[in-house]
């Protein structure tokens, strides 16, 4: 395929480090795919961006080096020590195609403004690299709910409303939408914040014959939940409660122990888990900011479910992992998905891509199975 | 549907207990079909026998009555107090309709002899109860495995080596399947023992033009390990072992604790992992008889899994059911099924239940969510 | 002994009706007293009172007759049917010991007379019944927590207001201990409620020379961590974090998961936590209500702890048990030792019973181990 | 204290280079000493050699470097990358101190050759580096059960048949003691072999007045079981059964899945919790090899146990861990608190250091909490 740009909202986040320092080794060859769905036996026929066809920069508002953020992650056990040494070097030329992000609290000018940088900055990256075209995924930590507007309404009244001293009609995350469509690109949502879940800002997608996909990776609990209902409402066991304990350590975990940001997170699970069951359930969910678990992720379920005559039984996972080692290979499929979609003229919500997602776009499909099936027959006619 | 029989080789043991009462509870809709398959939406429209069609007979060694049998189940709590009260007048009905089963200790003629009676028992049974046909179903415990005999390889090398007084020929539960297609049944096998797996048996089935399908009910711990696999395949995350440990109590504890009679149940259990894998994994496995458990039976699984750039990550479960009331349901699924693709002429092994045993016959998918998709267009083709 | 009076306040609460249940099974010998602590071959030669020895009364502001609750307590597994079915005709003689307690929404006069009419039932129970003494218990259901106030600081200033109509001075818990130390009776807090823990409480204790223990019974997550922790502090082992999370069903669930009632009990099992590692540590707690679980409890708990080297390791436990199952017979060991402590003139917080206890009264001493120890060589003194 | 020598038997074994990893580490203050036992609080005024007052030298059958076992070690976690670049230098010293250790399979000479050879080699290391004694540990591989001989029941028998050319009277593990018994050093089992399990090598120790611990040391499952079992005994709650399943990598894992070398472990690990419940119950236990752990090790137990009214209930734990990181530190405490007992003239076993291993020799405590009581108030004697 022609050569293609990822441009990370976020990028020097665990996620974006993850996925930028895997990339980097997988193109050299020196780590197999594994975690790379798009990698796989399946998608051989596909036309999809080859790893070495993929460019990466990115905004982000902390300007941390990526290389002492790999180290870190090294440190704590998401990247081998072999690996970050190998790709060390390469780490830099990535470096110099990270800009400043846009958070309304640094920002003087007017969300237009705002905006206008931000899609200059991705259009120069595409210019400089001699790109076809740009996926920009957004990575960055979860947004507090922010407040549905009148102006969100449609594209005239969220630009006039942007264009105003003073005035932030938008949350980061859609102004980062904003800009990405305004530069031609197709956009993913890898979080929970409200990114493009505005008619205004589809109405611009659409304006822009673009495709987009969101929202929320679907990494570890959810991934889950949408491997295992199924298993019970096709046996026709009557679940009765999925209760939810998740152990954050990190930045995320701090991000979601505070309630208003868990919002947008629990809802996010809360809406797969009744439409797999087909009806609510008791389903109590919380997420505990753990620091010393560190990068770990630890989910513990427990379903308590009805079988023949009544009789009651249960299950209960308890779910070990490393969510950016989780996330960061999806990343890459869906820049990869994203891109060779936007090239087969692909436009709106790609509900096919909803295997990635914990809350889809453009479709309502939760069970896991059935998404896998879906995405390799689409993929089939990309 | 026309008058069903259903005839169970282990009538009075929990899982036939409890399908018993199940069925008779349900035929007097006191209970909603929880834990059965064929109750579902998706199979409104196939013609299958209604609960009140289904008439139950069966084989059995032990004497016990079947009243007593669900008295015991009604303490160790997989059929409710007020479910029994409600059934016990009926059990004795059906206990009319158990006749004893065969075992070699205690049968001093010719196998040819013993399969004849019991053929006979069928036949009986049949006429008596005027049925359309007669579904047999194995849910006797498991046996310690057979050794493979030149005679099992053609049905004329069989029935001499039948006939010959004082030769055992054949395990129990193949002497069960010669009879009941001599009588002109379908065969399920929801055990790991013998039964039809052998050629022989298997050309009697085609000559008889009967289908036939099995083995070993998937109740528990590879069910989940059929739900799960997938995610891990589909998600490219690579699992490194997949450890098991069983507990059970009641009668399978004891006897699958008995290392030759585990050695079916590990050996069906183990062929499903690999296949649904892709590859050998390191899969430790283990059967304990924990009595105090009575009929609960509690699996714990570990599986280890490699993620992106090769960091180890891990799920646990534990699996906390009551196997009768699993299995029973599932009887009477098997039991409409069966006889639906009887009634539509359908011949040999049923690959399209798969989604129903621990080691299909008939096909190779393992795959919970594909085999139910099967089994739904199958059942739509009745 | 000499007879003595078990008063409940709860009476008809699951706690209670357990307990009831099983003293009345005990003492027709048909149950062994496992949970019993008192029951052991440690305190043979204590001066208890018999099973026999002791009657039951107690309060409650709801009507249910005990046979109903106990009923229904059959159907949920705590008592088995056949106990059930055996005590049944004695419940009533507890029932008739049964009077109406009090709480401030339905009570008209001043809280002096409530108190008053409380300890007149006592005092008619120890009449009726040739009681030595009477052991008040507090099993009922936990209250949101009180405000503390100024008139809580002496007895005199308390007793000044119980008697101002329309005053709401004191919680109920508290004006159940008011009457109890009024009616010359010993006191134990069972529940995390206010109850004792108020100065002039326990001034009125001091001067009426009576004993008191508490509080918050120990029955389950709080008894694993009193039991755990010290391996991890007596190892030298670095606890990180311990977190909890716990599924209750039944009334409990409903009352705990409203977050101004929960904040008692959490309170109350926090306190230990730290106690027992000698630091504060990462512990978020939560408690759920899963109403199908009905009087199950499951606790789910997993600690992140440190080793040699600053390696981390982790343990999970998964607790499930029935709280009233593991109440009850504390409930009833309480009344013996708190009788036997009475008699042998023991007056004040009763340190020695913190083995019982989630948040004990009377000492700092949270090890389980240590505990238990305490409670043996005191009893020895009795 | 004097200068006091270390003498590992499997000096190059993992929990050795742990060991001696940490104890230059903890020489040079980069670490604190956490999981160290005898750095607590409570020992502060017992005279226990210093950090740098221990020199450690072994026997070892392999010749891989130390250096290049303590750097495996740092790639599978147990040690972290920092220390081993800090300890590195120093590891070559002690490489100095580590000579052949004996195998029969690679052993020409008697076995009291072989016996005088390692004496020699213990002795050359105390006068080498002038100490006052040497504490010898067995941290070596658990070796296949040794059939027991006449020859074993005395001393004089026993040097007989070592003498005899061709003769294997002795496994390595014994032959090891008698070498350390010979050289005058305290020896300590922390495996489950013979070792000093032999009525001659008794004599022996008593003929030298040595003092001699063990065994096996108690790091995990059997850690917690002797934390939890005396929960379940003074809360008078009947546990039923108490299975254990333990998934190993490593070298350890290899060994144990052996059947014949997981015998010994086994026997050692169902002792005690015999012990611990005041009965037999029902108590499968199992130890996997699981490759893909590394040196990690994982322990699931369930226990299902009745309570009051006979209900039953349940506890489930999962014990993730690093067993050098959880060895290691007590192979220091060892060489310190048998090195204080030396000093002090304590001889023959010492019971008071029960709290460190799975089959105390000289006491039948088994409690974790009462065994270490016992260690401290013992250490207060010394």
């Given at each position: 395929m022609a050569p293609t740009g990822l441009w990370l909202i976020g990028a020097r986040g665990s996620v974006a480090t993850t996925a930028i320092t895997g990339l980097l080794a997988l193109r050299s060859g020196i780590?197999?795919?594994?975690?790379?769905?798009?990698?796989q036996q399946q998608f051989r026929k596909v036309p999809l961006p080859e790893w070495d066809e993929i460019h990466v920069g990115g905004h982000d508002i902390?300007?941390?080096?990526l290389e002492k953020r790999a180290e870190l992650l090294a440190e704590s056990g998401v990247i081998p020590h072999r690996i970050f040494e190998a790709v060390r070097p390469s780490l830099s030329e990535v470096e110099d195609n990270i800009r400043p992000g846009y958070h309304p609290a640094t920002h003087a000018g007017t969300q237009s403004d705002a905006a206008r940088t931000l899609t200059d900055d991705i259009t120069a990256f595409a210019r400089r690299n001699g790109l076809a075209r740009v996926v920009v995924i957004n990575v960055s930590s979860t947004e507090p709910v922010f407040p549905a507007l009148p102006?969100?309404?449609s594209l005239d009244t969220l630009e006039a409303a942007m264009a105003v001293?003073?005035?932030?009609?938008?949350p980061p995350s859609s102004v980062a939408v904003y800009a990405a469509l305004r530069a031609g690109c197709p956009f993913v949502d890898f979080t929970p914040s409200t990114g493009i879940r505005l008619a205004a800002l589809q109405e611009l997608a659409k304006k822009q014959r673009l495709p987009y996909a969101g929202s929320d990776g679907k990494t570890g609990e959810t991934l889950m939940r949408s491997a295992l209902a199924p298993m019970f409402t096709t046996r026709a066991l009557a679940v009765r409660s999925w209760t939810g304990t998740n152990l954050l350590g990190g930045g995320d975990g701090r991000t979601l122990a505070d309630a208003e940001h868990a919002s947008s997170k629990l809802q996010s699970k809360g809406r797969g888990l009744s439409t797999l069951l087909g009806r609510e359930v008791t389903a109590p969910l919380h997420i505990d900011n753990v620091p010393d678990l560190g990068e770990q992720k630890i989910a513990w379920d427990h379903v308590s479910f009805e079988g023949f005559l009544g009789v009651r039984m249960s299950l209960q996972f308890t779910w070990t992992g490393y969510d950016s080692s989780l996330a960061a290979p999806l990343v890459l499929d869906l820049a990869r998905f994203t891109a060779a979609a936007h090239a087969a003229g692909h436009t709106g919500p790609l509900g096919s891509l909803a295997f990635f997602f914990k809350d889809p776009m453009g479709t309502d499909e939760h069970r896991l199975g059935e998404q896998f099936a879906n995405l390799v027959s689409w993929a089939e006619t990309l």
């Open positions: 780590v197999p795919g594994v975690g790379c769905v798009s990698a902390v300007d941390t080096p102006e969100h309404g001293p003073g005035r932030t009609v938008l």
